[in-house]
Every structure is written in C-alpha cells, then in structure tokens.
C-alpha cells in the first residue's frame, strides 16, 4: 500500500512538472513581450512631453529665422532676390550689370528618416526648407567689386556665397566679377517684416588698404643697370639678411570652390600671387581660411590676416 500511495505521488510530481514546463512559454513569453512594448510606449510618450514642453521655444526661433527670409514662396522670393541684388548693384556703381537667379532646391524634413507608419505621412512628406540660387555680374574698378562682396554680406536677408570669380583686365584698372549666392525660405512662411535694405554697411574700413592697392597690376620690369668695370675683388661679404617678411603684405584671398589664391605686396613695387603648395622665401602656403591665409614655416603653422604683414601671425596647432 505504502509503495503504490509513493508511486502515484510520483507520477503526480512529475505530471505536475511536465505541466508547468508546457506553460511556460504560454505564460512568461507574452508576457515578457507585452513587458517590452510597454517600456517602449513609455519612452515614447515621454519624449513626446519633452517635445511639446520645447515647442514654444522652438517656434521663436523658427520665427526668428523666418523673419530673415525674403518671402515664403518661390514667385516672391525670386522677385525680391533680384530687386536686392540689381540695387546693390547700382549704388556701387558696377557697369554691364546682369542679376540672373537659379533653380530652388528642396531639403525634406527630418521626418521622413525618423518616422514610420500612416499616421506621419504628414510630416515624413512636409518640406524642411527650400535654396534659392542667385547671381550678380559686372564691370568695375578694384574698390567697387569689394564694397559689392562687403554689402551682400551685411544685407539682413540669410545668404550664403558660394562662387566668387574675377577677372582682371587693362592690368587689374577693371574687372569682370561673377559672385554666386543662395538664399533660403520656408514654404508658407512669409517674414512680417521684410528685412530693410542697407544703403551703406559700415565696416568697410578694414578693407581700405586693400580696396587702395591693386594686387592684380604687373609691375614694369626693371631698368637695366648700367655696366660698370670691374672691381678689385672685395672681401667676402657678410651673410644675407634674414628675409623681410615684415615687408610683405598680405593684400587679398579667394576662397572658391575648386581653387584657391591668395595674393602679397612689398610696397609699390613687387607683388606675388601664391597658390597652396607655393611658397613665400620658406613661408609655404597650405590653405585659405575666410580672410587669412595659412603658412607653415620652420615647422610651424600660423595665419595671417588680410591687410596685415607677414610678421602679423597668428600660431595654429596641428
């Protein structure tokens, strides 16, 4: 009796274990899914509290890009792109002046990379912002090509000038000036107040040494000396000076898109033009870098400034 009432308390046991084992997955499974889901919906609803809490602040600095743009269509943006830059070009006094504007380019939202599902298709299709492209071209002296790039630059309006190209002529008395700009706008967003127009940026008086030189015109060659007789031999002269870099000026910069210049003059009378690679006596150039340009000399890399000698460093670190 004691060893049947064993037995069945056995097998008992080991049904009781087999029960639980075939459970298991249509218990804790699920439920460890179900676990999971709810983390996720909670991280997700929390992010979207964060999002709304800085959507004040986001909005204010949307509206103060907005208010920078010059409209909030393409039609009205390309009107007042190529009203601004044909008076620009008029108050400098540019000859052969031709303003021309381009394609318009849409960025898409972030949304559509970050979201899934129907129910943001509004946002994953929802344009970001859009660039438009402009051109300004003309004729004139030195000066007024840099009081051009000096007033696009200050004009309260977004902008961005990708492409500057100039072309010297009559000995660098005139040029042919290209500049490429882009400007953007949100679809729909119209500034309340369109950005004034400048009539005279101030600031132009760093540019005054520049503006005053000409970089571009080739000196005359050289007088020949006269011969004279020959000389009793003299004693061995002393070492060369050290080079006058203290002399040389740095007069101007082109940063463009495939190229890049800069250009130096010694007083009156000597002037170089140097690409990246060349070389001023052992000051090799090895980039442009906005207004200055970057040398590297004894091993050692500084920038120089445009207007400034080449004694006027500033050390950059590797």
Sequence with gaps: MIRWLIGTIAVLAGAALLFLLALKPLYLDPRAELQDEVETLTDRIASHRQALAERGRIDELIDGYVDQTLGGDVETVDHRLRTRLNRIGEHVGLNDLVVNTGRTVAHDSPARRRYRGGAMRELRERIDFLVHEGTISGEGAFDDILRLLHHIEHEPWIKRIT????????????????????????????????????????????????????????????????????????????????????????????????????????????????????????????????????????????????????????????
Excluded: H, K
């Design 163 to 318: 492409n500057v190209r100039l072309d010297p002529r009559d000995n660098g008395r005139r040029f042919a000036a290209t500049i490429r700009l882009e400007t953007i706008f949100l679809p729909g967003r119209s500034p309340q107040d369109v950005p004034a127009q400048v009539e005279e940026p101030e600031g132009f008086e760093s540019y005054v040494t520049l503006a005053s030189s000409n970089p571009f015109r080739i000196p005359p060659p050289p007088e020949p000396e006269p011969e004279t007789p020959d000389e009793p031999e003299e004693p061995e002269p002393e070492p060369d000076p050290p080079f006058p870099y203290n002399e040389w000026r740095l007069t101007g910069v082109i940063e463009g898109t495939a190229d890049a210049e800069v250009w130096l003059r010694r007083g009156n009378s000597d002037a170089r033009r140097l690409e990246p690679g060349e070389s001023l006596d052992e000051a090799r150039l090895l980039a442009v870098r906005g207004d200055a340009a970057e040398f590297e000399l004894d091993d050692q890399r500084f920038l120089v400034r445009v207007g400034r000698t080449m004694n006027d460093r500033e050390p950059v670190s590797r």
